[in-house]
């Protein structure tokens, strides 16, 4: 378990399992199963695409993208 600054908020928070910290958890969820169901709906979609689509920032779409879940 390690001590790091939320991607979303910037709050400290211990890092268990997810790589954003509680408060912001129940919205990267649903932002993330929303991008989820488009990209397999629409595979050929970019990551800008996706951003304008959702209103999610790219930073949050790569680090989805770093850490393989997109
Ligand atoms: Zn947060």
Redesign the pocket.
Known sequence: MTVKN?P??N?IFMQKQYD??P??YQQDLTNFQKVRACIRETPAITINGISKKFNISLETLLRWRRSGRI
């Open positions: 939320c979303e908020c709050q954003v910290c408060e912001c």
